[in-house]
C-alpha cells in the first residue's frame, strides 16, 4: 500500500486478495461459471507467474541466478540484513510475502512501491533532470542514485519541481532474460530467504513464535454502523464531557466529537484544521493532546505535518475550545513547536502530557531510509527522539520551555538540543504511561528486520541506527562508550511489518490482564500481550486480531481499551472480559 504512511515496508497482498474477493462475489450472484481461460501466451508474464505456482522450483539453482548477470538482482538487492545497495535488502522477503506476492514483485514492480524505495524525479531551475532513489537529503543538498546506480547529488536551492514517480526503479521484464524454470528456481530462492533463527537464538526479546491465547480478546465496534470516520487516527475519550469520545483523521484534518446516546450514536465536528495543516497520503493531523487542566483551561494541542516555504515540518499547535468544551472556540491556533523534517517518511506524530504535566513528543528520523545521516545518534537534531517540553511557560525565544531536568538541559555544549528526553529511536509513533508505574512504553516502528517495542527512560540512547531490533544495524554512526538500551521485544517479519505501540492494562484490577502491555500491528492486525521484568521480556501472547488495519489504540478515563481502525473508519472496543492471559 502506497499510502502506508508510518513505512515500515508492507506485504503486498491486499489488492489481489480483494480483488479475488469481488470476482467471487459476482460469480456466485450471477449462478454461472467463469469461462475457461485461454492459455498463457508463450513468454507471457502469465505464464512465469503459472509456471511459478504450479512447480516448486529450485533455491539453490535460484541462488546462483539471483547473482547472474543475466537478472543484475545482486546489483541492487543485499540478502544479508545489510542494505548497502539502490534496492531493498532482502533478507526476510520469504517471511514478509507470500509466493504469490513475491511473484508480483518480480513481474509488476510498479503495482505496489516499498516506501521510502520509490524513484524521485527532480527538475533544477537550469532545466536539469534527475531521478532516481533519493538516499539522504541534508540542509543543503538532496542524494540520489538512479537504475544505473550513479549518484547525483543537487543543490536543494537548485530545485524547481520534485515530485514521486508511479514508477519503480526495479526493472519490469526481470523474467524476460529467463527460462520458466529458472524464474521459478528464482522464487524458490526468495521464498527461503527467511529471519535467520540461529543468531537471534540468545536474545530472549525476539520470540520465533508467539501462543495464541486460547480465550482471546472480543473486539466490538464502539459505535453504531451509521457513523464512519474517514482514515481515523487517534481517539480518546473527552476530557470533560460525559459518553462523549474524540475522533481525529488524518488527511480530512477533522476532528470530532463521538457522542453515546441511547437513542443512537452522534457525530459533531470539534474542530477543523485543514487551512494549517499539509495533507496527503501519509500526511496531515497525526495526535491529539489535551491539556491536564483542560476543565479550567480549555486547551488542546495537535500534531501535524506542514510544508511552509518548501520546507517540511511536523508543529504542534496549541487551540481552545470554548467554555463548555463541547468545541474549538475558532481563536487561532498558537504554534508551540516546529520541529524539522527532511522527508515526509518517519515523520513522527504520537503526543501525549506525562504524569509530570509536561508535553511528549515523538519524532521519527524524517527518512528517507535508513537513516543516512545518522538522526538517531546525533543530539543536535530534533529528529529520531522523544522530545519533553513545558507548554505552560516560554523562554528564550521559544514558544514552551525546557524542563530544567530534561536529560541534556546542562549540556556544555550550545547545540545539543535541550529539548530531547531520549534518543535512538526510528520512527516512535504511538507511546503511553503506565498509570501505575510510570514507565513510558514506546512502539518504533522498524526498518527492515524488527518492530520494537521499548521503556523508555530519560536520556537513554535506544540504538537507532546502530541497532535495529537486538541486531547491529550499521556501525556508520555508533559512538563509542554509549550504552545502547535494547527494546523489550523486537518483533520479526513474519509476525508483522510496523508496530503500533498501545496501553498497560489497568482498568480492572481483579483481570488476568492486570498490568499487561497490548500492542498490535497495522498490516498483520495481530495484538499481542506482554509483560516484562527489570526490561526483560517475560511473557508474550497473541492475544486477538483485529478487523482493520491497527494505526493506533486508545483508552477512555478508566483505562478501557480501544483501536482505531483506519482502513474501515471504526473505532473498536477490546473487551477483556471473557479472555484470559495466562
Ligand atoms: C536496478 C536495481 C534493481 C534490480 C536490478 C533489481 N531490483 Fe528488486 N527492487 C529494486 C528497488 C528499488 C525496489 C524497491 C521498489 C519497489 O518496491 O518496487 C525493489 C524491490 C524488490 C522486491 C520487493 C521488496 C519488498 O520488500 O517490497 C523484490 C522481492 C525484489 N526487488 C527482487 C528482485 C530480484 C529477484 C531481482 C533480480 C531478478 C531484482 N529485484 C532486481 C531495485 C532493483
Same mark, same amino acid.
Given at each position: ?271 477543523? &484544521? @485543514?487551512?494549517? *495543516? !499539509? +495533507?496527503?497520503?501519509?500526511? %496531515? ?8 487542566? =483542560? ?41 508551540? &513547536? @516546529?520541529?524539522? *523534517? !527532511? +522527508?515526509?517518511?518517519?515523520? %513522527? ?8 504535566? =509536561? ?224
Amino acid at each position: 500500500m502506497k499510502r502506508f504512511w508510518m513505512m515500515g515496508p508492507v506485504p503486498k497482498a491486499t489488492r489481489i486478495a480483494v480483488t479475488t474477493g469481488i470476482a467471487l462475489l459476482s460469480v456466485v450472484a450471477a449462478f454461472t461459471l467463469p469461462a475457461a481461460e485461454p492459455p498463457a501466451a508463450p513468454g507471457s508474464p502469465r505464464a512465469y507467474r503459472e509456471h511459478a505456482m504450479a512447480q516448486e522450483g529450485n533455491s539453490e539453482r535460484g541462488k546462483k541466478l539471483f547473482s547472474d548477470a543475466r537478472a543484475l538482482c545482486f546489483q541492487c538487492h543485499t540478502v544479508d540484513g545489510k542494505p548497502v545497495k539502490l534496492g531493498p535488502d532482502l533478507q526476510t522477503v520469504g517471511d514478509k510475502y507470500p509466493r504469490a506476492e513475491l511473484i508480483r514483485a518480480l513481474l509488476e514492480p510498479s503495482a505496489t512501491i516499498m516506501p521510502g524505495y520509490g524513484r524521485t524525479e527532480i527538475e533544477t531551475k537550469t532545466g536539469e533532470k534527475f531521478d532516481g532513489i533519493l538516499k539522504s537529503v541534508s540542509e543543503t543538498e538532496l542524494t540520489l542514485v538512479n537504475a544505473s546506480l550513479v549518484t547525483n547529488r543537487v543543490q536543494k536551492s537548485e530545485v524547481k519541481t520534485q515530485r514521486s514517480s508511479p514508477i519503480s526503479i526495479m526493472p519490469e521484464g526481470v523474467h524476460s532474460g529467463l527460462s520458466l524454470e529458472e524464474f521459478t528456481d528464482l522464487i524458490a530462492y526468495l521464498e527461503v530467504l527467511k529471519q535467520p533463527e540461529m543468531q537471534l537464538a540468545n536474545a530472549a526479546g525476539t520470540p520465533s513464535v508467539i501462543k495464541r491465547l486460547a480465550q482471546p480478546v472480543t473486539i466490538v465496534p464502539v459505535h453504531d454502523d451509521s457513523i464512519r470516520f474517514d482514515k481515523p487516527i487517534w481517539f480518546g475519550e473527552h476530557p470533560t464531557l460525559p459518553n462523549v469520545f474524540v475522533v481525529a483523521e488524518q488527511i480530512t484534518a477533522r476532528v470530532w466529537l463521538l457522542g453515546k446516546r441511547t437513542g443512537g450514536d452522534t457525530k459533531t465536528l470539534f474542530a477543523d &484544521i @485543514r487551512p494549517e *495543516a !499539509t +495533507t496527503g497520503e501519509i500526511e %496531515g493531523v497525526m495526535s491529539i493532546a489535551f491539556h491536564p487542566q =483542560f476543565a479550567t483551561n480549555r486547551k488542546f494541542y495537535l500534531i501535524h505535518d506542514l510544508v511552509e516555504g518548501g520546507e517540511r515540518a511536523m508543529v504542534v499547535t496549541e487551540r481552545i475550545a470554548v467554555a463548555d468544551g463541547s468545541v474549538d472556540s475558532g481563536t487561532p491556533s498558537r504554534r508551540i &513547536i @516546529r520541529i524539522a *523534517a !527532511t +522527508t515526509e517518511v518517519h515523520h %513522527g506524530g504520537g503526543m501525549v502530557f506525562g504524569p509530570d504535566g =509536561f508535553l511528549y513528543i515523538g519524532m521519527g528520523d524524517t527518512g528517507p531510509q535508513e537513516d543516512p545521516l545518522g538522526h538517531g545518534q546525533d543530539l543536535h537534531t530534533l529528529a529520531a527522539k522523544i522530545l519533553r517540553i513545558d507548554v505552560n511557560r516560554t523562554e528564550a525565544g521559544r514558544n514552551y520551555a525546557i524542563p530544567i531536568d530534561n536529560p541534556f538541559a546542562s549540556r556544555p555544549d550550545p547545540a545539543v538540543r535541550r529539548e530531547i528526553w531520549a534518543y535512538g529511536l526510528r520512527q516512535p509513533w504511538r507511546f503511553s504511561f503506565d498509570p501505575m508505574t510510570q514507565d513510558l512504553w514506546v512502539g518504533d516502528v522498524g526498518q527492515n528486520r524488527f518492530e520494537e517495542v521499548s521503556i523508555v527512560r530519560a536520556g537513554e540512547n535506544h540504538g537507532w541506527n546502530v541497532y535495529e531490533g537486538f541486531e547491529l544495524f550499521s556501525n556508520a554512526f555508533r559512538k563509542e562508550k554509549t550504552p545502547y538500551v535494547p527494546p523489550i521485544v523486537s518483533f520479526r517479519r513474519k509476525h508483522g511489518v510496523s508496530v503500533t505501540g498501545g496501553y498497560v492494562y489497568r482498568a480492572r484490577r481483579e483481570s488476568s490482564f492486570n498490568g499487561v502491555y497490548v500492542c498490535g500491528d497495522y498490516e498483520s492486525r495481530q495484538m499481542w500481550g506482554i509483560t516484562q521484568s527489570y526490561g526483560k521480556l517475560q511473557t508474550i501472547r497473541e492475544i486477538g486480531n483485529s478487523p482493520a488495519k491497527i494505526v493506533s489504540f486508545g483508552t477512555d478515563r478508566k483505562g478501557e481499551l480501544y483501536i482505531v481502525g483506519y482502513d474501515l473508519g471504526v473505532i473498536y472496543k477490546v473487551d477483556f472480559a471473557a479472555a484470559k492471559f495466562e
